[in-house]
């Protein structure tokens, strides 16, 4: 049986979590963040597909996967009720570009800016370190974690693929 065989795909405004040897991947982040948890204790792998930074600033929040602050807090309860111990847990991220051109002074207009921003405070201010990352620019990616050994495949179109 290949990693292939146990992929889990998450959707956007989503979030899974598995354990070795599951691969979770999501498809087509622009702005949206992926947020790529592990725990190399246990081997048990989370990420979320988040498109908003703060669930108090829309009216119909009741997704919960849907924004950085509901939706890493949730992925760590899943991953916590899989085994994972939050003191071993590591945080990769990916995504957060800015697709397209708006004037960028306009901070409503960096969605991807501000996933990014959002995502990195909230897993600081759970100590929960992030050792990799591959956000920004102007692109999309496609990520596969690995419950394996917590690689995170980053796959973007015409601007290569890479392992953090």
Not at 121 to 132: C, K, T
Not at 139 to 162: M, N, P, S
Request: hydrophobic fraction near 45%.
């Amino acid at each position: 049986m290949n990693a292939y065989d146990k992929m889990t795909v998450v959707g956007m405004a989503d979030l899974n979590v598995v354990r070795a040897p599951g691969v979770l991947t999501t498809l087509g982040l622009g702005s949206c963040v992926g947020i790529a948890l592990y725990d190399p204790m246990t081997k048990v792998a989370g990420l979320a597909h988040i498109m908003l930074p703060d669930s108090t600033q829309i009216k119909n929040n009741s997704n919960i996967a849907r924004f950085a602050d509901t939706g890493i807090m949730k992925l760590l309860r899943d991953m916590v009720l899989m085994g994972a111990r939050k003191d071993y847990i590591k945080a990769k991220l990916a995504g957060g570009a800015q697709i397209f051109a708006f004037d960028a002074r306009n901070p409503s207009m960096r969605i991807g800016d501000r996933n990014v921003e959002a995502s990195t405070n909230i897993l600081r201010n759970l100590n929960i370190p992030i050792v990799a990352q591959h956000v920004g620019d102007t692109y999309g990616r496609t990520i596969e974690l690995y419950a394996d050994d917590g690689r995170l495949i980053v796959k973007t179109i015409g601007h290569g693929i890479y392992t953090i």
